[in-house]
């Protein structure tokens, strides 16, 4: 098969993504001694430029040490190439002599494989190997990164209800994700019961309200004497408009270079603390993002999750010698195995979380959301219920 291969890293960086080099990495020495591999150096730019480093010439144990790393080793980019950068890409692949082009990362890295792969024509393997907090993958159970993500998005909310038990109040956290409800459903992960936080979860998938917001906050604070409260970063409300856009003047709204209103900066926290205090009079309230701590948290690092990333890796190296496409991580329901699928069926497309995940009529997880979560993010410590 390949005499050489290019490994690139995009998007947000995670917990385990090093993994997933290192995985293919190591497989691409049993499977093919003497082959080289390139590490193109922020995602697709190195590539552009002509910027490696060069793997096959790291020492095995200083490569594990990374594996275990969180971030990306590699350095990432959020760049999304048109043809015009495509063709860049492309010559840069071939000045590299590359036979094979392994890119992990989430939905707009599987829409760049796809772009490659028809632009190529066959000559290099193009393979995109999952990587995303978000969850939202379609083809896939769940996503490396996902698990460890939800880990301290789960501790985090566990953490602060113990909290608020002791001094009531109101407690709001935001939580990454902007179409996808997954990581901010993974905050009722551990809760001790149904009198636990957090007792109410905002998802994308369903239409926000801010005055269904505020009576909901005050049902809970008479039925709990505290309220705490998870919400994704992009929850929108019924016309579909990102609630922050509708909260915060459009002069204090942040973008990125895409154009894309930054979700959980542009001041949200603190006009969703106005809008308690001027709903609710008088509450003590708080509200807090947690930005980007979740994604790459070095104390919540889950083995199960750094496993399949290595794993998915390994198996990314397999696609890459039956020619391309997507490593899928899907449930057989019993254990996590990986599949090789088409990139088309993940290309830039999204995968919402379920509606029967949350309650029809409550913002709480049912049944069969919680049970998706804790096969996936079990419980870690316990805690004993406190008094009060």
Request: contains cysteine.
């Amino acid at each position: 098969m390949a005499g050489t291969f290019v490994i690139a890293q995009g998007g947000g960086p995670t917990a385990v993504i090093n993994q997933t080099v290192v995985g293919a990495t190591l497989e691409i020495r049993k499977r093919h001694p003497g082959a080289k591999v390139l590490g193109s150096i922020h995602g697709v730019r190195g590539i552009r430029d002509g910027n490696y480093v060069d793997l096959s010439a790291i020492p095995e144990d200083r490569l594990r040490l990374i594996a275990a790393t969180p971030s990306a080793a590699l350095g990432s980019t959020r760049d999304k190439p048109d043809a015009a950068y495509c063709d860049l890409i492309l010559n840069g692949l071939k000045n590299a002599g590359a036979d094979a082009f392994i890119y992990i990362g989430g939905n707009d890295t599987s829409g760049t494989q796809q772009i490659l792969t028809d632009a190529a024509g066959g000559k290099i393997a193009f393979v995109h190997a999952p990587k995303t907090i978000d969850n939202d993958l379609e083809e896939n159970d769940h996503t490396p990164g996902f698990m460890s993500a939800a880990e301290f998005v789960a501790g985090a909310f566990l953490s602060v209800d113990l909290d608020f038990r002791a001094l009531p109040g109101i407690y709001v956290g935001i939580v990454m994700g902007r179409h996808a409800g997954f990581l901010t459903a993974a905050s009722a992960a551990w809760q001790l019961d149904q009198d636990s936080g957090p007792h109410l979860v905002y998802v994308p998938e369903r239409p926000f309200s801010a005055a269904g917001f505020i009576d909901d906050v005050r049902a809970t604070l008479d039925r709990h004497k505290r309220c705490i409260v998870a919400v994704s970063e992009g929850v929108s409300t019924a016309d579909g408009k990102a609630l922050v856009e509708s909260l915060v003047p459009p002069e204090r709204l942040e973008r990125d270079q895409h154009g894309n209103v930054k979700l959980s900066g542009s001041d949200l926290p603190a006009a969703l603390e106005r809008a308690l205090a001027e709903g609710l009079p008088g509450k003590r309230a708080r509200v807090d993002a947690l930005g980007y701590m979740p994604r790459g948290y070095v104390g919540a690092i889950s083995a199960v999750d750094a496993q399949e990333a290595f794993d998915a890796g390994a198996f990314a190296v397999t696609v890459a010698d039956e020619g391309g496409g997507s490593v899928a991580l899907q449930y057989d329901g019993k254990k996590t195995v990986l599949k090789k699928v088409p990139l088309k069926n993940v290309a830039g497309k999204t995968r919402h979380m379920p509606d029967d995940f949350m309650l029809p009529d409550v913002n709480r997880l049912s049944d069969a959301g919680m049970a998706y979560l804790k096969r996936l993010v079990p419980q870690k410590y316990k805690v004993g219920k406190p008094f009060v």
